[in-house]
């Protein structure tokens, strides 16, 4: 099955302690985003990838990381998480601009739901 | 710059019909995405446009002006399972990093009531 796979669905943690969330699609897709959704807010990207080693911001990259070693993968990292980092995440990826593919825009993962206390 | 307006909230009753209205402003145009997103969960992808005209999909269809830079979801015979987010999304480019971005509104959230 075609999909998008987000780790972990929840996460609690402290400020300033490290973490990861991975994300990992089985279609070949050369395009992978990060975007937090917040109410009121809407979706807003934190950075995207064109493809392996290409990497670049988005509207929101302060306090995140991200890296594209492998085409199917794109984590995210958060160095020394804060309280405003609380929030809904999603990765998504696109197939190639023109084509069938790109007629569906984006395949989201299933979301993190991060909290930082 | 990019701007995208759909309104805020709607509230319609269980079998009537409801329209979604989307307004955009971008320096070019590729493509409209309608997504549903239930609370807490993905979106997930309802319909596309890129030529003027309506797109009709079961209960849902979609329509673009490009001209007017203007497009609505219908959705009839409302359930009270379609109470959820509805994202309006532009794909403003042809090539480049832009032929994959989608610029997002900021959802309209409906509520289906009895």
């Known amino acids: 099955e075609a999909q998008v796979t987000q780790n972990p669905r929840y996460l609690i943690t402290v400020t300033g302690k490290k973490l990861t969330v991975t994300c990992s699609q089985n279609?070949?897709?050369?395009?992978m985003s990060w975007y937090r959704q917040d109410p009121g807010l809407g979706l807003r990207q934190i950075y995207y990838?064109?493809?392996?080693?290409?990497?670049d911001k988005g509207d929101v990259p302060e306090g995140y990381k991200v890296s594209r070693k492998e085409k199917r993968n794109f984590p995210l990292i958060l160095e020394s998480p804060s309280p405003n980092q609380t929030s809904l995440y999603f990765c998504?990826?696109?197939?190639?601009?023109?084509?069938?593919?790109?007629?569906?825009?984006?395949?989201f993962g299933s979301g993190t739901r991060l909290t930082v206390v | 710059g990019q701007n995208i307006d759909q309104p805020t909230e709607m509230t319609a009753t269980e079998g009537a019909i409801v329209q979604i209205n989307c307004t955009y402003q971008?320096?070019?145009?590729?493509?409209l995405f309608w997504y549903q997103q239930h609370a807490g969960e993905a979106p997930t992808f309802l319909s596309y446009?890129?030529?003027?005209g309506l797109e009709e999909k079961g209960r849902f269809s979609s329509f673009l002006s490009r001209s007017k830079g203007y497009s609505y979801l219908l959705l009839k015979e409302l359930q009270m399972k379609d109470s959820a987010s509805y994202l309006c999304?532009?794909?403003?480019?042809?090539?480049?990093?832009?032929?994959?971005?989608?610029?997002f509104g900021k959802g309209t959230k409906l509520s289906v009531i009895p």
């Open positions: 279609m070949n897709h050369e395009y």
């Open positions: 971008t320096s070019g145009f590729n493509g």
């Open positions: 990838s064109m493809n392996v080693e290409v990497t």
């Open positions: 998504a990826s696109s197939g190639t601009g023109t084509g069938t593919t790109s007629n569906y825009g984006y395949t």
């Open positions: 446009n890129v030529l003027d």
């Open positions: 999304a532009v794909r403003d480019a042809l090539t480049g990093a832009g032929s994959y971005q989608l610029t």
